[in-house]
């Protein structure tokens, strides 16, 4: 696999979290700033997330956004995303 290969696959799997965090989300009916509040994160941090501007997060996060949001974890690596 190639560095722009590798590159493409990381850019994807951070659009499916942040698409997947989303869902969830709004699925609960939360405001990022709900999320962002309820986690002690910043609004940005949490909008920059689903927008994918930012590239990198912890398992430990994902878990904790997973565990507020009421879903498992793997859901956020789901690339079957539904519409809203």
Known sequence: MTKNERQSNEENIYNIIGKNIRKYRMKKGWTQRK????????????????????????????????NVLDTDIRNFFDRHIEKD
């Open 35 to 66: 999320l962002a509040e309820t986690l002690l994160l910043s609004n940005s941090f949490i909008g920059k997330l689903e927008s994918v501007t930012y590239q990198t997060i912890s398992i430990d996060t994902l878990e904790q956004i997973a």
